[in-house]
């Protein structure tokens, strides 16, 4: 049995060699760097604000503030990686 004869060693089953789009691994890549950067910039400003002295309500609404801001910004992000997960499970059914 040779590599390319299509048989998968262990089962002698049939093996389906699809693959999904070229240009998914690069923008899911640039996806998750993106959020990474907005997550590291979300956490520095959480940890200015738990360190300044201020009123504590007004402390919790700029922190409350502060995360919806965060979930703002990466949904469009995460909705994007939805879909190129989609894109992916698709090819390999």
């Known amino acids: 049995m040779t590599a390319d004869d299509g ?3 262990v089962s002698g089953e049939r093996r389906d060699h699809r693959t999904y789009d070229p240009d998914i691994l ?3 890549q640039s996806l998750l760097a993106i959020l990474a950067d ?11 604000i738990e360190s ?3 009123d504590e309500a007004r402390k919790g609404q700029l922190v409350a503030d502060l995360r919806q801001n965060h979930c703002r910004r990466r949904a469009p992000y995460v909705r994007e990686i939805e879909v190129l997960e989609a894109r992916m ?3 390999f059914r």
């Open 38 to 48: 907005i997550d590291v910039a979300h956490r520095s400003n959480l940890l200015v």
């Open 7 to 9: 048989l998968s060693r």
């Open 89 to 91: 499970e698709a090819a």
């Open 52 to 54: 300044r002295p201020m």
């Open 26 to 28: 690069p923008r899911l």
